[in-house]
């Protein structure tokens, strides 16, 4: 079975978009429980028991011969219920490793490696956002070294491929389908196509209101938040502009690694760059006087 490594800093905005995707591929998810990198099924089946996912959905995958049976806990704790015994049969070609934020293991470090990552300064202001903290600019002069930190570090394994949550949000159909190739697993467009859609936001939103209209108590007992939709360039809002000291030192923090994953320098400077490129090319056309 092919083991596949998921590395990314947190509030990236790719985790529970992706492994929403592998469960409609019946994709197996396990994750670190332990800082050797030895994986934990338990810890799987935590990952599969999001909002969006209940036990009685999953009667809609048909049976896989050959491929062994996993155990779905309950989605909404507390709600036994809710648990019917149903089973979802995973894929037995390809497993994907969560490693939970951290960086891979000495006995991981030559699996592939799905790493995923984000504007910086998006991905800081949702961080202080979820955690409420107290002072943008303090938060930032002490998490964005952690953030340049791990993503230098992911650039040193020898078999990655980076994922943008800016590509995801572009086209998700073409952001999956890479994913998967990178993981020499095949499909089917049709799949994935389905796969996107039954991991869209809106459906996903449907979902989850019905469910806690059914389980009020939902809302006090899930552990991981209400699922948000993720934005690109949210640094950019005129709620947040008044942020801007922060961000300019994060860019000029992250710039240089940030290039090194791909982003353009419009990307990273924004309208500073893309008025520069308009003017060199208006002086360099065959019409410039």
Known sequence: MKKVCFVTFPFSGLCDWFFNCCIEL?????????????????????????????????????VIKSVGHVRLSAVFHGRKEINTNNRFLFRNDVKLIDTNHELLSIKQRDFKAIVGIRDPRDQMLSMFNAWKAEDFNS??????????????????????????FEDRKKDEFKFLKEIVKFMSVDFADDELRQAVLNSSFEKMKQLQDEMINKYPEYLKSFQGGIIKSGVVSQYLLEKNRHYKKAFDFIIKKTA?????????????????????????KLFTSDNSL
């Open 139 to 164: 938060f930032c002069h002490k998490k964005i070294y952690d953030w340049i930190w791990f993503y230098e570090k992911c650039l040193q394994y020898p078999n990655i491929k980076i994922f943008k």
């Open 26 to 62: 019946k994709i197996i998810l396990v994750g670190n429980d332990y800082y050797d990198g030895s994986e934990s099924h338990n810890a799987a089946n935590n990952k599969f028991l999001f909002k969006q996912k209940v036990d009685h959905l999953f009667d809609e995958y048909e």
């Open 256 to 280: 240089t690694l940030m290039k090194k994953y791909g982003y353009t320098e419009e990307q990273i400077y924004g309208d500073k760059v893309s008025n520069m490129l308009k003017i060199n």
